[in-house]
């Protein structure tokens, strides 16, 4: 007999989605919303105004103390150093040789500390930024981790450039 499969799991956002009308599929274990309106009217939105997106599945990191700025300029394919408190940077985690190990989204809340949004499953991705950091001989602290479980985020996304095309 074979085992029966998981159900995904679901973001503290799931119940709006589906109340609000969102077509729900299966995202790396997790029940997530795809779209809500037609393909087309949700590009115009984004392109006109903004789109929400619930990241809340993502996990999320606190890289912090003394080599924090150092840990993130080594794991980072963007420059953290004009990483302002307050504001975010997107960027990519790669191998050596450049392959995209996962997207992350980082934020600089204050002072030697940095928090990463990744995508994908963040413990294999938490391992690849320590191992990658601790070959160079910089100390990465890990601080807070979680998931969509218990906190739910969402990033808004406009394409600010590109009005009336």
């Known amino acids: 007999m074979a085992p029966t499969p998981a159900a995904p799991k679901t973001t503290p956002l799931h119940a709006r989605h589906v109340a609000l009308g969102a077509r729900m599929t299966p995202f790396g274990g997790w029940d997530m919303p795809v779209q809500y309106g037609g393909i087309a009217e949700e590009h115009e939105a984004v392109r006109t105004a903004a789109g929400l997106f619930d990241v809340s599945h993502m996990g999320e990191v606190e890289i912090a103390g003394d080599d924090a700025l150092a840990a993130v300029q080594h794991i980072a394919s963007n420059d953290a150093r004009r990483l302002e408190p307050g504001r975010a940077q997107y960027s990519a985690l790669t191998t050596p040789e450049g392959t995209v190990v996962t997207a992350r989204?980082?934020?600089?809340?204050?002072?030697?500390?940095?928090?990463?949004?990744?995508?994908?499953?963040?413990?294999?991705?938490?391992?690849?930024?320590?191992?990658?950091?601790?070959?160079?001989?910089?100390?990465?602290?890990?601080?807070k981790t979680q998931t969509g479980d218990d906190v739910a985020s969402v990033i808004e996304e406009q394409d600010r450039g590109r009005t009336g095309q």
């Open 105 to 143: 989204r980082s934020t600089h809340p204050a002072a030697k500390a940095f928090r990463s949004l990744l995508r994908h499953g963040h413990r294999p991705t938490i391992d690849r930024a320590e191992e990658l950091c601790t070959a160079v001989g910089i100390t990465m602290t890990i601080g």
